[in-house]
């Protein structure tokens, strides 16, 4: 069964204090992976597609790196606009159209 | 551009009526999906249109359907409404069915349905 696991379940964070997290996956085939931020309330907020180990995708303080088992979101010296819940979702091979998500991370950064 | 919009905002329903909830997507995008954020459990996948069709359906009862309409909007109707219904139902459109590709899904603000 395809499963998604994010670390840590919350995050706080000082203003300039880089840090990473953490989406682990197993899947029968992996067509993509998504990362998306969304706030209270709110839809989420499309941020990167990965599609293969390897591949790095950057928007301003947020970088996005795959491996074969996991990737990691990396956010570098954030800003309070940065607080949100970051979530992570696979689509699989035999699963066409559906995005299986983990439960999130909650970020806060503090000033 | 106009992102993915959905209707009503809030919708309030007593426990065994209907709910229909509505959704636009991005103009182009011809393929529409629908999640539930339930409280503490996360997205879950329920249904997934493409040029009418329904292509794909989570694990939820037949009292969760919907429809697509030629203009490619949809609706997502749910019977016989229960408690365990209160959720934030998120609607998201995509370019459409490539079986080369992997669409990216752009979600619409949601809307809020509780069920007393």
């Known amino acids: 069964e395809d499963q998604v696991t994010q670390s840590p379940e919350a995050l706080r964070l000082q203003e300039g204090e880089s840090s990473s997290l953490n989406c682990s996956y197993t899947?029968?085939?992996?067509?993509?992976l998504f990362w998306y931020r969304q706030d209270p309330g709110k839809g989420p907020e499309f941020l990167f597609t990965l599609y293969s180990a390897g591949e790095e995708k950057e928007k301003e303080r947020l970088k996005a790196t795959l491996t074969k088992k996991e990737s990691f979101l990396h956010i570098t010296a954030p800003k309070p606009e940065d607080s949100a819940t970051y979530l992570c979702?696979?689509?699989?091979?035999?699963?066409?159209?559906?995005?299986?998500f983990g439960a999130g991370t909650q970020v806060v950064v503090t000033p | 551009e106009a992102g993915v919009t959905q209707s009503p905002t809030h919708l309030i329903k007593t426990r065994g009526q209907q709910a229909t909830l509505r959704c636009s997507p991005i103009?182009?995008?011809?393929?529409v999906y629908w999640y539930q954020q339930a409280l503490g459990l996360g997205l879950q996948f329920l249904l997934w249109y493409d040029e009418g069709e329904e292509r794909n359906r989570g694990n939820f009862p037949p009292r969760f359907s919907g429809r697509q309409f030629p203009n490619y909007s949809s609706e997502l109707n749910v019977n016989a409404l229960e408690l365990e219904d209160s959720a934030l139902y998120l609607c998201?459109?995509?370019?459409?069915?490539?079986?080369?590709?992997?669409?990216?899904?752009?979600f619409g603000p949601g809307t809020r349905l509780t069920v007393l």
């Open positions: 899947v029968s085939g992996l067509r993509g």
């Open positions: 979702a696979v689509q699989a091979a035999d699963s066409w159209g559906k995005l299986q």
């Open positions: 103009s182009g995008h011809t393929s």
């Open positions: 998201a459109s995509s370019l459409g069915l490539d079986p080369s590709s992997t669409d990216t899904q752009y």
